[in-house]
């Protein structure tokens, strides 16, 4: 089976602009999370999506929202983007919630 | 909720020799204990699980060890490779719940160096 994909991988925004991030979890599973990894930190929780409802939330600002489609697939917006957005974003599958999940490779976000 | 914290922040250990990681959690209904390595530049991956049906398990040079009373698991390298250098999460859920307790609560991280 093929791996849980994000794209894009690299991204360089501005200050004040959106970004929509991709997540393509691994077949047959419906649980994708996302998470933001900055340089010297843990993985902190964003949001967890499953039979495309968001089921649990982290504690972001409202400027953070995701979705989740039929297939699965999840996207997250970051919109009026600050300096501090920058960092890795990394969702992760798991076939049900709570079950083990895997990670994609994460996308790299610069705000600058 | 569900609160993990992970000891060390960061090992240093010689090759060959053992390293030990240990977490604890808040929640006594939480039943399901993964371990992620992440290696610089690199996803988290999945090295070992335990579930709370068990005390122990092993894969190769890989341990994880769980105490439900005293609420902390560790996991255990041993005959460390420098190879096995990177971050090491922990994180804690309850498989049966319906609600936010379902969700992965990961430890804040360990940086495990080993010295050639």
């Known amino acids: 089976k093929a791996g849980v994909t994000q794209t894009p991988r690299y991204l360089i925004k501005t200050r004040g602009q959106q970004v929509t991030l991709s997540c393509s979890p691994i077949s047959g599973h419906r649980s994708v999370s996302w998470y933001q990894q900055t340089p010297g930190q843990g993985l902190q929780f964003l949001f967890e999506?499953?039979?495309?409802?968001?089921?649990n939330k982290g504690n972001f600002p409202g400027r953070f929202s995701g979705r989740q489609f039929s297939n699965s697939r999840s996207e997250m917006n970051v919109s009026t983007l600050e300096l501090g957005d920058s960092a890795l974003y990394l969702c992760a599958s798991s076939i049900d919630r709570g079950r083990e999940q895997y990670f994609g490779p994460g996308t790299r976000l610069t705000v600058t | 909720g569900e609160n993990v914290e992970q000891h060390p922040s960061t090992l240093s250990v010689q090759e060959g020799d053992s390293a030990v990681i240990k977490c604890t959690y808040s929640?006594?209904?939480?039943?399901?204990f993964p371990w992620y390595k992440q290696e610089l530049g690199k996803r988290p991956q999945l090295i070992i699980d335990?579930?709370?049906?068990?005390g122990e398990k092993k894969d190769q040079r890989i341990a994880v060890t769980l105490n439900k009373t005293a609420k902390h698991f560790s996991l255990h390298i041993t005959e460390t490779q420098p190879e096995d250098s990177a971050v090491y999460f922990c994180?804690?859920?309850?498989?049966?719940?319906?609600?936010?307790?379902?969700?992965?609560?990961f430890g804040s991280g360990t940086q495990l160096t080993v010295l050639p």
């Open positions: 994180a804690a859920s309850n498989e049966r719940s319906s609600g936010s307790a379902r969700q992965l609560t």
């Open positions: 999506y499953f039979s495309e409802t968001q089921r």
């Open positions: 929640d006594s209904a939480s039943n399901y």
């Open positions: 335990i579930r709370s049906n068990v």
